[in-house]
């Protein structure tokens, strides 16, 4: 990526083109494991989404400095500062979040996302495009999860961000809110997004 | 008793990939072979219980007792990563076949969020010891390869089989591992 | 991109100031957020205490008392509430590994006389959409203002007073039999007042 990309298109490319949920399939395990509600696909799209910013910020701001044989365990050290930062904030502060997130904010850590935006991008790039790439990730991250979540919040609970549009004595389809329901809701969710991204490019 | 639960409850009824959603990374992308699938299935059962015995370790006789608890997932993801190193030195010196079947898994496995997972849940397990935690990592890493290798299969087969264009690759995968997923839903209640 | 050679002294200094400056700023964030966690945590607990006793003006959570029971594998909690030095109600923790999917634990809220104030879910894995409801109002309300010793905590399909959740009898099974621990652990050992 030695040529200047266009900033927009460097923005975009994360929500679309290279969704990293939908296209890339980076990040599987926390789009699958907490996206029962909208709220905790939204809640673990913001929380990706600081870590890989401010990663990207680092790893931008000092790759020079960095040898080239220990550029990954060093990414790894720096990514995982900022979860184990986000892991204690949101305890402290959100703690209701902290605990329907549970064992996922530690596992920010493997997102492969955000390493592969350290290594692939941030590392070769200055720092406004760095940022740049981290938001347009982010948010494509934040938006797939929350449309998982919210598909599989209507479906199974009959409710959306905990809003329930339903009679509490009507029968649901629990399958959603249950793990199937969260492989069988992508499977739709990708095939929709496919055929959007075709038919509109 | 208690371990044939705690097996039983690994590899069927809270299965690793299926309903605790960990190492879907893996799960979905070295899939389509079942060979394949059985060597990522070894070298994942090797790490995971050499990872889970160090980082529990760790854990217990450094980060509690110095009450840095809160550097865990730091560490214990340097851990992983050196570990992972380190076993593919040696393995190429010690064994070159054995390197052979698992080598070209082993950088995969540090990204593998399976391993980092059950480390971190090992140290929840109730009257936990350091026994229990290895066997919880064995456990996890049986349920682990036995839904990659039937998932696999079920990918070899639907090679043959006429799926509708737009569901072709992705999707169809997706739909077939939440099957899956629902023939393990049916374990629950078992323990 | 990297401008530095891989020396192994380079190698060795750049990880060492690396990791030299995660640690530091984490043990900085952690003294930062020690404070707040453990206000959460308190917090958390009497607004579940709130919840499920009458009104009180003490503070039950200094006057908790740890009780060892063959039961439970952990010590069972009783707080005691007072209001103008009168006690106002007791809330004891309750917990059974029969739920659907382990462990459920409950607050039970009691008042002097021995009747249930209150319920409050504290820890459960049941399953979404159907265990999960007996944290509903609709589900806990049958339990408020019943007194364990005429009110039978078993479901009805075994001989006692409790409608089940539907598709979910284990859940509620193990609800009952949380809220009957608590019960007994409050006869034994904080005695109602019965008028």
């Given at each position: 990526m030695a040529e200047k990309l266009n900033?927009?298109?460097?923005?975009?490319?994360?929500?679309?083109?290279?969704?990293?949920?939908?296209?890339?399939?980076?990040?599987?395990?926390?789009?699958?494991?907490?996206?029962?509600?909208?709220?905790?696909?939204?809640?673990?799209?913001?929380?990706?989404?600081?870590?890989?910013?401010?990663?990207?910020?680092?790893?931008?701001l000092i790759k020079s400095q960095i040898p080239a044989k220990v550029r990954i365990p060093a990414f790894i050290i720096i990514i995982a500062s900022f979860v184990t930062i986000v892991e204690m904030v949101l305890e402290a502060y959100i703690p209701f979040l902290f605990e329907q997130l549970g064992i996922f904010i530690p596992l920010i850590v493997v997102n492969c996302l955000i390493l592969g935006r350290a290594e692939a991008f941030a590392s070769k790039n200055n720092l406004i495009s760095s940022i740049i790439d981290a938001l347009g990730m982010g948010i494509g991250f934040t938006i797939a999860l929350t449309l998982l979540g919210a598909a599989r919040e209507i479906l199974g609970s009959g409710s959306i961000f905990d809003l329930r549009f339903v009679s509490e004595d009507a029968n649901t389809m629990i399958l959603f809110i249950l793990p199937p329901g969260a492989f069988i809701a992508l499977a739709y969710l990708t095939l929709a997004f496919n055929r959007i991204s075709t038919k509109t490019s | 008793?208690?371990?044939?639960?705690?097996?039983?409850?690994?590899?069927?009824?809270?299965?690793?990939?299926?309903?605790?959603?960990?190492?879907?990374?893996?799960?979905?992308?070295?899939?389509?072979?079942?060979?394949?699938?059985?060597?990522?299935?070894?070298?994942?059962?090797?790490?995971?219980?050499?990872?889970?015995?160090?980082?529990?370790?760790?854990?217990?006789?450094?980060?509690?007792?110095?009450?840095?608890?809160?550097?865990?997932?730091?560490?214990?993801?340097?851990?992983?990563?050196?570990?992972?190193?380190?076993?593919?030195?040696?393995?190429k010196k010690v064994s070159p076949a054995l390197y052979q079947a698992l080598g070209v898994f082993l950088p995969l496995i540090t990204t593998n969020c399976a391993v980092l997972g059950v480390a971190i849940l090992a140290l929840g397990l109730e009257n936990g010891s350091l026994l229990k935690a290895v066997f919880f990592a064995i456990a996890n890493s049986i349920g682990f390869a036995l839904a990659l290798i039937v998932f696999a299969s079920i990918r070899e087969h639907l090679e043959l089989a006429n799926i509708p264009k737009g569901m072709k690759g992705v999707p169809i995968n997706l739909l077939v591992a939440g099957l899956l997923s629902l023939a393990f839903l049916g374990f629950t209640g078992l323990v | 991109m990297s401008k530095k050679k891989s020396t192994f002294l380079n190698m060795i200094l750049a990880?060492?100031?690396?990791?030299?400056?995660?640690?530091?700023?984490?043990?900085?964030?952690?003294d930062l957020t020690k404070g707040p966690k453990a206000k959460a945590k308190?917090?958390?607990?009497?607004?579940?205490l709130k919840e499920v006793l009458p009104t009180f003006d003490n503070n039950p959570v200094e006057d908790m008392r740890k009780i060892a029971s063959d039961k439970a594998k952990d010590s069972i909690e009783i707080y005691t509430?007072?209001?103008?030095?009168?006690?106002?109600?007791?809330?004891?923790?309750?917990?059974?590994?029969?739920?659907?999917?382990?462990?459920?634990?409950?607050?039970?809220?009691?008042?002097?006389?021995?009747?249930?104030?209150?319920?409050?879910v504290l820890e459960q894995k049941e399953t979404p959409g159907l265990g999960t409801k007996m944290k509903d109002d609709k589900f806990i309300k049958q339990f408020r203002d019943k007194d364990p010793s005429t009110y039978n905590l078993k479901t009805t399909k075994d001989g006692g007073d409790v409608d089940a959740l539907t598709g979910a009898t284990i859940t509620t099974r193990a609800f009952g039999e949380a809220a009957q621990m608590a019960y007994d652990v409050l006869i034994e050992h904080a005695k109602p007042q019965k008028n």
């Open positions: 900033q927009k298109q460097n923005f975009l490319k994360g929500i679309i083109k290279d969704n990293p949920v939908f296209v890339m399939l980076l990040g599987m395990c926390p789009t699958l494991g907490v996206t029962s509600s909208a709220f905790n696909g939204l809640g673990m799209g913001i929380a990706t989404l600081f870590v890989l910013l401010m990663s990207n910020i680092v790893v931008s | 008793m208690e371990y044939i639960i705690i097996l039983i409850a690994a590899v069927f009824v809270n299965n690793i990939v299926l309903s605790q959603f960990l190492g879907i990374c893996p799960f979905l992308g070295v899939s389509n072979k079942v060979s394949t699938s059985v060597g990522m299935s070894g070298a994942v059962l090797f790490v995971m219980t050499i990872a889970t015995l160090a980082t529990y370790l760790l854990h217990e006789f450094v980060l509690v007792p110095s009450g840095m608890d809160y550097l865990r997932t730091i560490t214990f993801i340097l851990v992983i990563a050196s570990l992972v190193q380190m076993v593919e030195i040696i393995l | 990880l060492f100031v690396i990791t030299l400056v995660a640690g530091l700023s984490l043990g900085y964030v952690n308190l917090e958390r607990k009497v607004n579940a509430a007072y209001l103008k030095d009168r006690l106002a109600g007791t809330a004891v923790i309750g917990s059974s590994e029969k739920g659907f999917s382990g462990l459920v634990k409950i607050m039970v809220g009691f008042k002097p006389n021995g009747t249930i104030k209150n319920i409050v």
